[in-house]
């Protein structure tokens, strides 16, 4: 996982902006990488909400699923339009997997770097965050 401002992961979990200033967000989803690469493009301290505070970092993470959704993307990035103009993102499968009872998703062959650039890799994602435990590095 990359963030541009990880306070208050460690201690509270993981929560959207939204739900750190006490705001419930009933689309809430939390992402997570299995390259570095993806997950360092997101932890840039200057996309913060709060820049002059932030502190970025990327997270290993364990994610507990049992009935995630998965598709192969195909090595389109997280959004755009196909040749026929059809536009497409990851959002709708999301949401998708969201409403059809699934406990996360695994998107496979993805571009999925800030600036979508780059090769395709697997991106995870999962609903509750209790769902997602940080694995300090030692």
Known sequence: HGTPDNRGIRDQGFKTLKERYGHEDPERVFFFADEPRVARSY???????????????????YLRMTNPAEVNWAGRTFRGRD??????????YINQARTGGNDGFIIRNVIDTYDATGKPSTIRGVFDPNNALIVDRK
């Not at 909400?49 to 993470?61: I, K, M």
């Open 43 to 61: 932890a840039d301290d200057s996309r913060a909400f709060d820049y002059q505070n932030s502190v970025p970092e990327t997270l290993s993470a």
């Open 83 to 92: 040749k026929d103009a059809q536009g497409f993102a990851i959002r709708d």
